[in-house]
Structures are given as structure tokens and as C-alpha cells.
């Protein structure tokens, strides 16, 4: 059974520093698009970052640009979100998930999806 799993989030101060994990079973993430998307509350759900299988090319949104850093550990089928100098408006349930083809990423049509964690951002 393929299944996603994240971990770590939870309450951190506007400027503090989150990871999350996306820890993969019954298959390799290394084969597959790895993305990581939010749902704010009333928001609709947007894409933060994608990384590709093979290379591990990369993009982000730009709302993250420049704080946010998505990486893969192939030995422990993680994927990982550093999250960095967060802000308020980062608040969201965060889900990974994964696909075959690169451009799902874009469009967040992904075909698995792990459940969420939530980050919250709040002093």
C-alpha cells in the first residue's frame, strides 16, 4: 500500500524555523515528483515547492522564495520542507505528495497524498 506520512509541524514564533518530514512507504520516492502544498483556513490549497525525481530540480513559490528549502534523503525515502524565517501567513495545513509526470506539481494533480501536518505561526 503506498502511503504518505508527514511529521513536524506544530507552534512556532514569526521568525522561527520549521522542518517537515514526508516519509514514503510501500514505494521509492526517488522515482516519483515530490511536492508540498498548503491549505490555509478559508483559503483554497497552493502549491510551496516541488522537487523532481532523478536530478531533484526544484522549484518553489514565491511567496517562499528564498525561506523555504525542499531536499530528499533517497537511504531514508524522506523528503523534507526547511522552513526558515517564518511568517504568520505561512500558517497552513502543509501535505506532501507524489507523482510520476513533473508537471502534476504544478498543477497539484498529484496522485498520492499523505494527510497533513499543521504549522502554525503565532506569538
Known amino acids: 500500500q503506498l502511503q504518505l506520512v508527514e511529521s513536524g509541524g506544530g507552534l512556532v514564533q514569526p521568525g522561527g524555523s520549521l522542518r517537515l518530514s514526508c516519509a514514503a512507504s510501500?514505494?521509492?520516492?526517488?522515482?516519483?515528483?515530490i511536492g508540498w502544498f498548503r491549505q490555509a483556513p478559508g483559503k483554497e490549497r497552493e502549491g510551496v515547492s516541488c522537487?523532481?525525481?532523478?536530478?531533484?530540480?526544484?522549484t518553489y513559490a514565491d511567496s517562499v522564495k528564498g525561506r523555504f528549502t525542499i531536499s530528499r534523503d533517497n537511504a531514508k525515502n524522506t523528503v523534507y520542507l526547511q522552513m526558515n524565517s517564518l511568517k504568520p501567513e505561512d500558517t497552513a495545513v502543509y501535505y506532501c505528495?507524489?507523482?510520476?509526470?513533473?508537471?502534476?506539481?504544478?498543477?497539484?494533480?498529484?496522485?498520492?497524498w499523505g494527510k497533513g501536518t499543521l504549522v502554525t505561526v503565532s506569538s
Open positions: 510501500g514505494f521509492n520516492l526517488d522515482y516519483y515528483v
Open positions: 505528495a507524489a507523482d510520476s509526470r513533473w508537471p502534476s506539481c504544478r498543477h497539484g494533480a498529484m496522485s498520492y
Open positions: 522537487i523532481s525525481s532523478g536530478a531533484g530540480i526544484t
